[in-house]
C-alpha cells in the first residue's frame, strides 16, 4: 500500500548534475516531513538533506551545503533532491525517507533506493 520510488540515479562524471525523484503514495504526504539518505559500501547510511512537510525549511549535511538541494512537490506527491558539483565521494545508493507530523507523528516509510555513481 505505502510506497517510495526512488528514481534518477545513474552514472555522472565528477562535476556533473543529477536529480532524484522520490514518488510517494498509500499515505498523506503532506503530512510528512521529508527526507534523503546514503549509503556507500562499507559506510553507515548518513542523512544528506532534509525538509519540512510544507517545504518552507530545509537543512543539509555540511558535506553537499551549497550543491545539493532538497524540494518537494505536494500537489504531486513527490520530494526531490537536485545534486550538483557531484563528487567522487557522492558515490551511494540514495534513498528517500517519510516521517510523520501532527496527526501522523510516529508513522516512517522508506523508499528502496537508487544508485549514484560518480566516476569518470
Known amino acids: 500500500q505505502v510506497q517510495l520510488v526512488e528514481s534518477g540515479g545513474g552514472l555522472v562524471q565528477p562535476g556533473g548534475s543529477l536529480r532524484l525523484s522520490c514518488a510517494a503514495s498509500?499515505?498523506?504526504?503532506?503530512?510528512?516531513?521529508m527526507r534523503w539518505y546514503r549509503q556507500a559500501p562499507g559506510k553507515e547510511r548518513e542523512l544528506v538533506a532534509s525538509l519540512t512537510s510544507s517545504g518552507g525549511s530545509t537543512n543539509y549535511r555540511d558535506s553537499v551545503k551549497g550543491r545539493f538541494t532538497i524540494s518537494r512537490d505536494n500537489a504531486k506527491n513527490t520530494v526531490y533532491l537536485q545534486m550538483s558539483s557531484l563528487k567522487p565521494e557522492d558515490t551511494a545508493v540514495y534513498y528517500c525517507?517519510?516521517?510523520?507530523?501532527?496527526?501522523?507523528?510516529?508513522?516512517?516509510?522508506w523508499g528502496k533506493g537508487t544508485l549514484v555513481t560518480v566516476s569518470s
Open positions: 525517507k517519510a516521517v510523520g507530523v501532527g496527526s501522523s507523528y510516529g508513522m516512517e516509510y
Open positions: 498509500g499515505f498523506t504526504f503532506s503530512s510528512y516531513a
